[in-house]
T-cell receptor, first 114, second 115 residues
Framework: AQSVSQHNHHVILSEAASLELGCNYSYGGTVNLFWYVQYPGQHLQLLLKYFSGDPLVKGIKGFEAEFIKSKFSFNLRKPSVQWSDTAEYFCAVNPSGGSYIPTFGRGTSLIVHP | DVKVTQSSRYLVKRTGEKVFLECVQDMDHENMFWYRQDPGLGLRLIYFSYDVKMKEKGDIPEGYSVSREKKERFSLILESASTNQTSMYLC??????????????FGPGTRLTVT
């Protein structure tokens, strides 16, 4: 069974700082990868996803993620965070062609100070 | 725009009560899911359904059951609520049974407190 690790459980940044949230998965085959975000008081929503092609994926609100197959990683990045990026971020993985049920990481809580 | 709605945002129940959590999606999705979300534990899958009247256990099904009588509706039932079931419950749906690339759409969640 696959697993997903998010190494940063809590991240605190000041506005304009750069962000990188780590996500590693364990699965030997081809995967589909997702980042979801949950803003305070709101529902979980898709930030971006990778399923094939360019390993650098761009999502909403200036976020991007890079799939590095050799490192089994799908790290989320943003060059300059805003106070409104304060949220919980979840990485998820699905083996391609297999189950449609993703495995989620435990989440990273990001607080951005104005 | 996909919409997943849940019957209650907040619910307070007593130990031993039977609890029903309802979820409805309006995009004709085949797949529906129930998760619980706890701090530091992320999302844990309770049950899922890939078709009407079909259900499969997730990672933590104990103490829960589900019902899917109509495609758009997926209910989570706590047969006898206990304090360790105090949590945030999230419903989700997705459109393609075999397409692992498809994303999930989540409801706003129900925060259940069992006293």
């Amino acid at each position: 069974a696959q697993s997903v690790s998010q190494h940063n459980h809590h991240v605190i940044l000041s506005e304009a700082a750069s962000l990188e949230l780590g996500c590693n998965y364990s699965y030997g085959g081809t995967v589909n990868l997702f980042w979801y975000v949950q803003y305070p008081g709101q529902h979980l929503q898709l930030l971006l996803k990778y399923f094939s092609g360019d390993p650098l994926v761009k999502g909403i609100k200036g976020f991007e993620a890079e799939f590095i197959k050799s490192k089994f990683s799908f790290n989320l990045r943003k060059p300059s965070v805003q106070w409104s990026d304060t949220a919980e971020y979840f990485c998820a993985v699905n083996p391609s062609g297999g189950s449609y049920i993703p495995t989620f990481g435990r989440g990273t809580s990001l607080i951005v100070h104005p | 725009d996909v919409k997943v709605t849940q019957s209650s945002r907040y619910l307070v129940k007593r130990t031993g009560e039977k609890v029903f959590l309802e979820c409805v999606q309006d995009m004709d999705h085949e797949n529906m899911f129930w998760y619980r979300q706890d701090p530091g534990l992320g999302l844990r899958l309770i049950y899922f359904s890939y078709d009407v009247k079909m259900k499969e256990k997730g990672d933590i099904p104990e103490g829960y059951s589900v019902s899917r009588e109509k495609k758009e509706r997926f209910s989570l039932i706590l047969e006898s609520a206990s304090t360790n079931q105090t949590s945030m419950y999230l419903c989700a749906s997705s459109s393609d049974r075999t397409g692992a690339a498809t994303e999930q759409y989540f409801g706003p969640g129900t925060r259940l407190t069992v006293t």
